[in-house]
T-cell receptor
């Protein structure tokens, strides 16, 4: 079974802090994704990566950056956290082509 | 127009009846379609995927795809209370595009 592990289930951070969300997958998938999920807005893609050191902006990249130094690890960085970044963050991975996404358990981030 | 649209519900269905969930998409070049189930506070889990026009059955679930009408649906037969969840439709636009776009989800409640 594919396992996608997000380092934290719940996080509380202060406005202006730099925040790192970590995600690790164990199935050697090329593609990794960061989504955020908000009530009424569904899942929105922040960034994705199709290979080590490669990244592409999703639909809502503003205020975020990512890092992929190793194939199994994809990090989401909030350079200066703001209250409007309070959300559920979901990491996912999949191989190329028509394969489904496998999600991690999610990180619920609260910025106060 | 949103890329992937779903009726947000809530949709209430009596136990044992058929639940019908619908999804429309705007990109005619879309190639692959996925249905995910998400319980409250949990991450999405894959139920079914479909690539070709027509029906695809898996147990109590049937996915139906009509590319001409840009429409994909999920039928749940013999609905059970455990089917109560939010159902997310996801679409992969075209070959070479690795990202999936999600609808906002339909909340389904099965009434015992």
């Amino acid at each position: 079974d594919v396992k996608v592990t997000q380092s934290s289930r719940y996080l509380v951070k202060r406005t202006g802090e730099k925040v790192f969300l970590e995600c690790v997958q164990d199935m050697d998938h090329e593609n990794m994704f960061w989504y955020r999920q908000d009530p009424g807005l569904g899942l929105r893609l922040i960034y994705f990566s199709y290979d080590v050191k490669m990244k592409e902006k999703g639909d809502i990249p503003e205020g975020y950056s990512v890092s992929r130094e190793k194939k199994e690890r994809f990090s989401l960085i909030l350079e200066s956290a703001s209250t409007n970044q309070t959300s559920m963050y979901l990491c996912a991975s999949r191989p190329p082509g028509d394969s489904p996404l496998h999600f991690g358990n999610g990180t619920r981030l609260t910025v106060t | 127009q949103k890329e992937v649209e779903q009726n947000s519900g809530p949709l209430s269905v009596p136990e044992g009846a058929i639940a019908s969930l619908n999804c429309t998409y705007s990109d005619r070049g879309s190639q692959s379609f996925f249905w995910y189930r998400q319980y409250s506070g949990k991450s999405p889990e894959l139920i079914m995927f479909i690539y070709s026009n027509g029906d695809k059955e898996d147990g109590r679930f049937t996915a139906q795809l009509n590319k001409a009408s840009q429409y994909v649906s999920l039928l749940i037969r013999d609905s059970q209370p455990s089917d109560s969840a939010t159902y997310l439709c996801a679409v992969r636009s075209n070959f070479g595009n690795e990202k999936l776009t999600f609808g906002t989800g339909t909340r389904l409640t099965i009434i015992p």
